[in-house]
């Protein structure tokens, strides 16, 4: 069977790697963005990080440039701008595509285990993101697809993909999602 943790994936610095580093680890793997109304999310992503690393916890950072062009840089320039502005010491990989044909396999794997669900009318009327959505995006919305920026998806020690968080479901909520399983 298939886990998270059988794909590959290249550093933000262009080396490859083994998602299978990780595997033993909870994980979690966020599409992140630079110029992004939920970019703040990276410091919450750190300091998850930070507190949960020695307990066997990771954040994986992948940038992608596929929602309205927030994660337009390059790998060093994204990781420059998250190491300034945000202190992330959490891994960061190569920019990569999450939706549609170019899909990266992780992220197709990620969307297969964890489709997400299609939003009600009235969920889409009570959240902003999805009014935006709708309007400008409506594939995001459907079923399967990443809708935005910082999608986070937890990953078991095993590599199953065990809970996918809409993005804006912040790291703080998350964290009584992770603390039992690091027990």
Do not use: H
Not at 92 to 109: H, Q, R, T, W
């Amino acid at each position: 069977m298939t886990t998270a943790y059988d794909f590959s994936a290249k550093t933000i610095n262009g080396q490859p790697a083994k998602l299978s580093d990780y595997q033993g680890k909870l994980a979690l793997i966020v599409n992140v963005a630079s110029k992004c109304g939920l970019t703040p999310q990276y410091e919450g992503l750190e300091k998850l990080y930070a507190k949960y690393k020695d307990k066997g916890f990771v954040v994986l950072g992948f940038p992608c440039d596929q929602f309205g062009n927030q994660e337009p840089g390059s790998e060093s320039e994204i990781e420059e701008f998250c190491t300034l502005n945000y202190g992330v010491k959490f891994p960061m990989f190569s920019k990569i595509e999450v939706n549609g044909a170019n899909a990266d396999p992780l992220y197709k794997f990620l969307r297969e285990q964890q489709p997400g669900d299609e939003p009600t009318p009235d969920a889409i009327e009570k959240n902003p993101l999805y009014q935006f959505l709708s309007g400008a995006f409506p594939d995001n919305l459907k079923g399967g697809s990443i809708k935005w920026n910082f999608t986070k998806f937890l990953v078991g020690r095993d590599g199953k993909v065990l809970k996918r968080f809409e993005p804006t479901v912040s790291p703080e909520d998350i964290e009584k999602e992770i603390q039992p399983l690091l027990n």
